[in-house]
């Protein structure tokens, strides 16, 4: 069946460092991808998203692209904040069902 | 606009007794999903709904487990009876299409004693 895969956390990382965080996915037609970000209490907020190949998703300064032929769609933002210290889920949506399928999250500290 | 809304936000019982959680999802989302977040399994798909009508409940875990969506406006999940390894945080989310991101609410963190 369709999975997602992240890399294990904790990332620990200080204020203005580059982060990334890996995501792969094994699907069987042509999901839709996204990031969602999880603060202390909260609920999971979309941060982007990436509907087919090659697109690249926004926002906030993270970005993400959907790479087919790795089956990736890696989270990646140039410099972060203290206040970007979160719970990052990659997840996938089934064309045909729109299930969502989670990764296991990626829990991110940023130190000042 | 008003986002996704659940209620309790808190919910503390004990084993055996009847637990129902409340959700009213964005007006004009025509998807309800309801999930379940553990440390253990993650973030779980228990049920979701189109239109109100249950289209996929294979993720209720057992017989216990009920959610019902009598309009568009509300959703309850419902658990009788409650057993300690039910303690988890259950989010409600809801989208406009079946192709749109899903948008959460802050769940509901449940704890069986």
């Known amino acids: 069946g369709d999975s997602v895969t992240q890399m294990e956390g904790p990332v620990t990382l200080s204020e203005e460092a580059f982060l990334t965080i890996n995501c792969t996915y094994t699907?069987?037609?042509?999901?839709?991808l996204f990031w969602y970000v999880q603060y202390p209490g909260e609920g999971l907020q979309l941060l982007l998203k990436?509907?087919?190949?090659?697109d690249k998703g926004s926002n906030k300064g993270f970005e993400a692209t959907y790479r087919k032929e790795t089956t990736s769609f890696h989270l990646e933002k140039g410099s972060v904040q203290v206040s970007d210290s979160a719970v990052y889920f990659c997840?996938?949506?089934?064309?045909?069902?729109?299930?969502?399928?989670f990764g296991t999250g990626t829990r991110l500290k940023v130190l000042a | 606009d008003a986002g996704v809304i659940q209620s309790p936000r808190h919910e503390v019982t004990e084993m055996g007794q009847e637990v129902t959680l409340r959700c009213k999802p964005i007006s004009g989302h025509d998807y309800l999903f309801w999930y379940r977040q553990t440390m253990m399994r993650g973030l779980e798909l228990l049920i979701y709904f189109n239109n109100n009508v249950p289209i996929d409940d294979s993720g209720m875990p057992e017989d216990r487990f009920s959610a019902k969506m009598p309009n568009a406006s509300f959703s309850t999940l419902k658990i009788q009876p409650s057993e300690p390894r039910d303690s988890a945080v259950y989010f409600c989310?809801?989208?406009?299409?079946?192709?749109?991101?899903?948008?959460f609410g802050d769940g509901t963190r449940l704890s069986i004693l």
């Open positions: 990436a509907t087919k190949a090659d």
């Open positions: 989310a809801s989208s406009r299409e079946g192709n749109q991101p899903q948008h």
């Open positions: 997840a996938l949506s089934d064309p045909r069902t729109y299930k969502y399928i």
């Open positions: 699907a069987t037609g042509y999901p839709s």
